[in-house]
């Protein structure tokens, strides 16, 4: 038990900033749009964003296929 505690505690102090710290730090860097505007902008346009990777290209357009655009409103496709 000892052992376990004093690996725990070690652990503890290699991480100096908590986990949820940096995840808060990335949504202040992230720009006014939408969560949805790259579906949306994938669905209009078939444009993917700048720096997507090959994995984000592909999962973006399986999300799209869940997706259709009504002039200018996204709706997602339901089974009726």
Do not use: C, F
Not at 30 to 37: E, G, L, R
Not at 50 to 65: I, P, S, Y
């Amino acid at each position: 038990m000892a052992d376990a505690l004093a690996t725990l505690a070690l652990m503890m102090s290699i991480y100096e900033t908590l986990a949820h710290y940096y995840n808060i730090e990335e949504e202040e860097e992230k720009d006014d749009h939408p969560w949805y505007n790259d579906i949306l902008r994938y669905v209009k346009n078939h444009e993917y964003p700048n720096q997507a990777t090959e994995n984000d290209k592909r999962t973006l357009r399986r999300l799209a296929n869940n997706y259709i655009l009504d002039g200018e409103i996204l709706y997602k496709r339901r089974k009726d």
